[in-house]
């Protein structure tokens, strides 16, 4: 196992619920992972990270945490964790664990206990528990709403049966948020990430890691503008304005989604504070203590690039998911820039950037680059969505956008079935949505659903192969067949092989340790192109054929003319369609 192997790594990411299922009850589990890990080492991963799996009422899909060292019944046991973390090392396959720390389930011993023991018990501190305003408390402590719609704060009946205080959730009312100035939870969360890495975890994926601090005094706090559940835009629609993209800078004071600044003063109260670094400082050196390179990758919702980094100094995590990346549209221009900036901001603080395109709680991009409208991270899409675009266009966007990322050099994650070109599940009935976001807004936004639902292993199988019955908790498109992956194994020019290919070339040419130089490509404004190492790498993001000798200076002629090593689409040799990369020996 090599030498601060994150750095470089390839993390695929289980959403365990619709990963694979072995006991045919509709849920993905634990049993059915270990099952499936071979169909991973095939792919050419480094590492894996799992969604939560612990005990939990489900409001939630499992980010409503009852008890942080068990495993839900749902996904199995303790030895049905041990058996995959082991089956998963004798692969050379690392396991990351997801690990919610903004909040727990309202079903944690603790907060029934602090429910039981009333107003300013020890019980309590655990948690943001705050008397009402007006006369009699009966409003609300401030006016914050929860990132899946409606208010932030839930009133509680007291023992003697009258109305009592309110607990913050900035998120559904089944998981209140801890109050991370009380050093018993800090001891907790200390205790918990032990539990995992004497177990033989290699990592945590760290939910919420922009929360946990909220600005003292709880102040009243008014968006500027509408934003995506977690502050982010969710990428915006093709043919917007550049003006109106959500394109990353630098440049001090420019806010660049809405809802948070670029200023740590101009940040929401409960996103970004200065003392969450205290807190990963902390588990740094606690991780540290262990063997084997331990690591925190942080989901944090910040801008622009430059602060996002601070989440990532030598003695904070090891990674941030790159969310700028994820909601650059596909325009050339956008793409430079938001690749110079993630390799400055993060190598300004000795950190990989990170790359990634989809994952639990966005549309999954072969969808997302066809779409013609705006959508907001978090929102999701349905039936009654505008501007929903061609779906073979947003396939073909979607692997020339793969093939460019797997390109630059860092760390990338992937998320399960998009190696088999998954979209988004889109006419998902409304009596099956369980995204507390569809219920907390009534339905005006069908929130995440449509990139959970359960993927596809063998096209004639019960549940396309993700369990031997016909159980879905979700349930699955019939078009999915068609993109099972017994229908793409050994198939050239299929999505399955394309990702194959490319991670096993990024591999053998140290892509992900390269460096890049860009092209300038003036006369193809519409063109993407760079070095890394042997590799040239030249992506079309118009909508015309281009020539690559017309577009490619002179020293790059004989590589223009050449086989090559791997194509996002069809191509005739020398001639790039549109919404295609290629790669070229140089």
């Given at each position: ?494 999505t399955l092989s394309m990702y194959r290919a490319a991670l096993r070339l990024r591999r053998e040419h140290a892509l992900a340790s390269g460096t890049l130089e860009w092209i300038e490509t003036p006369d193809a404004p519409d063109v993407v192109a760079f070095t890394n190492g042997a590799l040239l790498v030249v992506a079309n993001t118009g909508d015309t054929t281009i020539s690559l000798a017309e577009v490619l200076p002179d020293e790059h002629t004989a590589a223009a003319a050449a086989q090559p090593l791997l194509a996002s689409g069809d191509l005739a040799r020398g001639i790039l369609p549109a919404d295609t990369t290629v790669?070229?020996?140089?």
């Amino acid at each position: 196992m090599t030498s601060e192997w994150w750095r470089t790594a390839v993390i695929y990411q289980i959403y365990p619920r619709s990963f694979a299922d072995a006991n045919g009850d509709g849920m993905g589990d634990l049993a059915g992972i270990t099952a499936r890990l071979g169909a991973l080492a095939e792919l050419g991963v480094d590492a894996i990270w799992l969604s939560p799996f612990y005990t939990s009422p489900q409001h939630d899909a499992g980010y409503d945490v009852a008890d942080y060292r068990d495993v839900d019944p749902l996904f199995g046991t303790l030895a049905d964790f041990d058996t995959m973390l082991a089956e998963a090392h004798a692969r050379g396959i690392r396991v990351i664990v997801d690990l919610v720390p903004n909040h727990s389930s309202n079903e944690h011993a603790w907060f029934q206990a602090a429910l039981a023991a009333g107003p300013g018990s020890t019980e309590r501190a655990r948690y943001l528990f705050r008397d009402g305003r007006g006369e009699a408390g009966e409003l609300p402590p401030n006016n914050w709403d929860s990132v899946f719609g409606g208010p932030a704060w839930t009133r509680v009946t007291e023992a003697d049966g009258q109305p009592g205080q309110w607990y913050l959730h900035l998120f559904d009312s089944s998981q209140p948020d801890f109050d991370w100035t009380n050093d018993e939870v800090r001891e907790e969360f200390r205790d918990i990430l032990r539990f995992w890495l004497d177990r033989g975890v290699d990592g945590f994926r760290v939910d919420v890691a922009h929360g946990l601090i909220k600005a003292e005094g709880l102040p009243d706090w008014t968006p500027p503008a509408e934003g995506g559940s977690m502050g982010g835009a969710g990428g915006l629609a093709d043919d917007a304005p550049d003006a109106e993209r959500p394109v990353p800078s630098a440049e001090p004071g420019v806010a660049l989604e809405p809802g948070i600044s670029s200023e740590p003063g101009d940040a929401p109260p409960f996103w970004a504070q200065d003392g969450v670094h205290e807190i990963y400082r902390d588990w740094r050196a606690l991780l540290d203590d262990y063997p084997g390179e331990r690591i925190l990758a942080a989901e944090a919702w910040v801008d622009p690039l430059a602060r996002v980094a601070q989440w990532v100094r030598p003695d904070e995590m090891h990674q941030s998911f790159n969310f700028a990346y994820l909601e650059t549209p596909w325009r050339a221009a956008a793409l430079r820039r938001v690749v110079d900036e993630s390799l400055a901001a993060f190598g300004a603080v000795g950190a990989p950037s990170t790359w990634v395109l989809s994952n639990h709680d966005v549309v999954r991009h072969p969808t997302r680059l066809a779409l013609t409208v705006g959508n907001l991270q978090g929102h999701g899409v349905g039936p009654r969505t505008p501007g929903i675009g061609d779906p073979a266009t947003g396939l073909r966007r979607a692997r020339a956008a793969t093939a460019l990322m797997l390109a630059l050099p860092g760390s990338a994650y992937l998320y399960q079935g998009e190696e088999l070109g998954l979209p988004e599940a889109i006419d998902l009935p409304d009596d099956a949505r369980q995204d507390p976001t569809w219920f907390r807004t009534n339905g005006e936004r069908y929130g995440r659903d449509g990139c959970r639902v359960p993927i596809p292993w063998e096209a004639g199988s019960p549940s396309f192969g993700f369990g031997p019955t016909d159980a879905s908790w979700l349930p699955q498109p019939a078009e999915w067949a068609d993109y099972a992956r017994d229908r793409q194994q050994g198939v050239p020019g299929s999505t399955l092989s394309m990702y194959r290919a490319a991670l096993r070339l990024r591999r053998e040419h140290a892509l992900a340790s390269g460096t890049l130089e860009w092209i300038e490509t003036p006369d193809a404004p519409d063109v993407v192109a760079f070095t890394n190492g042997a590799l040239l790498v030249v992506a079309n993001t118009g909508d015309t054929t281009i020539s690559l000798a017309e577009v490619l200076p002179d020293e790059h002629t004989a590589a223009a003319a050449a086989q090559p090593l791997l194509a996002s689409g069809d191509l005739a040799r020398g001639i790039l369609p549109a919404d295609t990369t290629v790669w070229l020996t140089r």
